[in-house]
């Protein structure tokens, strides 16, 4: 059984240290096989925000995460720093968390491919590109089916309101249906602070199989959403066949992060 750890949108810069603490104190109890960190690392993409991100993501690792996986959000490029958003709008990013904005994670019983759907011209919606949709099926094409395979991005591909229909990625429905027939399982997101756990083909009518969307709240940030407390989400997948993932949110109660819902999936 692989354990995956999913953080989104801590927003370094409004963190909130007892929070943190909560959260280093979890991943020392728990351990951790992956941490996967979807996006809105820093409030303003600064080097100093982007500094104590990586300090919060090297005491996990020291704590017993054993491999992570990052990708840049939206809030990762500058937005007031005009010249850096044009001429070199990742290079906090680079500096901080390596040239990779696009990693992918492998082992014997998982595939989890990250995609940047971002850009330095969009200032928050996501994208989902061609070219992007054309490797994503390549790899999930060549990976045992056997094996969890993930799809990790900032912006959601799925809406569990109206409201945030907005907020989808552009491309979503092309790129779901063409990973659906390669053998996708889950999608997950960040970006808009709103923890939950959606089937896809109700929305996306023309996927061949069911994909899960795993959408992450607010990890660390004091830039909460209504009455959502911070939260993060593990995963603990179980390949073979049938597959099946059991999908834990923990959400902040006083000083520490407790078991608030969890969500058995299954193809």
Known sequence: MTTLLQISDTHFGTE??????????????????????????????????????????????????????????????????????????????????????????EDDEALVIGLNTTHPRRHKDGVVTARQVDEVARRLAASDPGKIRIVVAHQPFGAMLPSDLSNLQRG??????????????????GHIHLPYVLPLSKQYPRLSREIWMVQAGTALSSRLRGTSPNSFNRLKLHPGSPKKVCVERWDMLDDCFVLGSHFNLGW
């Open 16 to 105: 909130q240290p007892h929070v943190v603490e909560a959260l280093a104190r979890h991943v020392h109890e728990h351990a951790v096989d992956l941490l996967v960190f979807s996006g809105d690392i820093t409030q303003r993409a600064r080097r100093g925000q982007f500094a104590a991100a990586q300090a919060f993501v090297q005491r996990l690792e020291r704590h017993g995460v054993r491999r992570t996986l990052v990708i840049p959000g939206n809030h990762d490029i500058p937005l007031y720093n005009l010249l850096a958003r044009v001429f070199a709008p990742y290079a906090n990013y680079r500096r901080h968390f390596g040239d990779d904005l696009q990693p992918v994670y």
């Open 172 to 189: 979503a429905a092309v790129a779901l249906e063409r990973w659906a027939e390669q053998g996708l399982d889950l999608v997950m997101g």
